[in-house]
């Protein structure tokens, strides 16, 4: 079993596994503040008050935890077939643009032009996770260095020339032209429900592709060929399965998830692909899959957890506290859940030589 497969590999209870990892995070941050002299009851308090506290907070949550729980999701369906997927991020970066521009270039009404916008982040992003698959099952080239060059060749690709120079926004006159790309047309902004809050059809869209990943995968034939090939490519393909093609099948919708997760951003909260998009929601997205269980539903709880935290964290600077403590958060509880299924074969092998014949008691 390979580093990869120990560190998904599902827990004896997973549902409790990764509520105690959050729970004692949780903990460990509260000692934290208590160390850094801050008061952390006051800390916490502004914590749920930042992720619940009325109409604003609680779009906030919902905002951060579609993009969470569709960036999880991404990096789900990629280990399903056996693959590492860690260019959430680029994806991401690819499906912004291309709602920016799609929201932008189609003179449409809202009911058409909405999905026709989130089609397009979609779609960019499936073309960005098609190329690792493909360079993966033709060219035998690791996903996880592909992934991450990739990432990097997108972030220069889009920030350092398309979105500065032919894609940046056109000033008239005296005014200031404003970084990155022309707004979206009014038409292409997700609906918000809630006055007074940013709130917006966003979750829906993540929870609905939850429950249809959840489908795909386990009650259809589809899925099953892909958990086939992630169990084992060298039997699937005996078997008679086209390993290639479901590995790119597979990395494509992963990439179409990330991709998404950029056109939520843009059609609800940007309005706009913005001059800097540095999100990092692509690289929690191999947080949320890790305490998900790499599971649709677990990804749902962990993307709900840490949308919260993630939100709630903005308050914390009412007492002294960085924003940046989430990431704290979030750290304690991916270690939490990674390291048992890490070292738990060094543990088993440790125990086997101390009860081998002739070992000291």
């Not at 951060?64 to 997927?85: E, H, M």
């Not at 047309?185 to 609906?191: I, V």
């Not at 001059?275 to 305490?291: C, E, H, K, N, S």
Request: proline residues 7%; charged residues 10%; positive net charge.
């Amino acid at each position: 079993m390979t580093p990869r497969d120990r560190l998904f590999a599902p827990a004896r209870d997973p549902l409790w596994a990764a509520s105690a990892a959050v729970l004692v995070s949780l903990a460990a941050s509260f000692l934290a503040i208590l160390a850094s002299g801050k008061d952390p009851l006051l800390g916490f308090a502004y914590l749920f008050e930042g992720a619940f506290g009325g109409p604003g907070p609680l779009g906030e949550t919902a905002v951060k935890s579609g993009v969470l729980i569709l960036t999880g999701l991404s990096v789900a369906v990629a280990f399903t077939v056996g693959l590492f997927n860690i260019g959430g991020e680029g994806q991401l970066i690819w499906g912004a643009l291309a709602a920016a521009v799609a929201g932008r270039a189609l003179d449409l009404p809202a009911p058409l032009l909405v999905p026709a916008a989130l089609i397009a982040a979609a779609v960019a992003g499936a073309a960005w996770g098609f190329i690792p698959g493909v360079l993966k099952m033709y060219r035998g080239v690791h996903e996880v260095i592909s992934t991450i060059l990739l990432n990097w060749i997108a972030i220069h690709l889009v920030h350092g020339w398309l979105v500065a120079g032919p894609l940046a926004a056109r000033g008239s006159g005296s005014s200031v032209s404003m970084a990155g790309t022309d707004p979206i047309r009014a038409a292409a902004w997700l609906p918000r429900p809630i006055p007074g809050s940013r709130l917006d059809l966003g979750l829906p869209v993540a929870l609905a592709c939850a429950a249809a990943v959840w489908f795909l995968l386990t009650r259809m034939w589809l899925g099953f060929e892909w958990r086939a090939v992630g169990a084992g490519a060298g039997a699937a393909q005996a078997s008679g399965i086209a390993t290639r093609l479901r590995v790119c099948q597979a990395m494509a919708l992963s990439g179409a998830l990330s991709g998404l997760a950029g056109g939520l951003l843009v059609l609800g909260t940007e309005h706009r692909y913005p001059g800097v998009f540095r999100t990092g929601y692509g690289f929690d997205g191999i947080a949320v899959a890790l305490i998900g269980g790499a599971t649709a539903p677990g990804v749902v709880a962990a993307g709900f957890v840490f949308g919260a935290v993630r939100a709630g964290a903005t308050r914390l600077q009412l007492v002294g506290i960085h924003p940046s403590f989430a990431e704290l958060i979030q750290g304690i509880a991916v270690l939490l859940v990674a390291a048992p299924r890490l070292f738990a074969p060094l543990l088993i092998r440790l125990r086997a030589l101390s009860r081998a014949p002739g070992a000291p008691p």
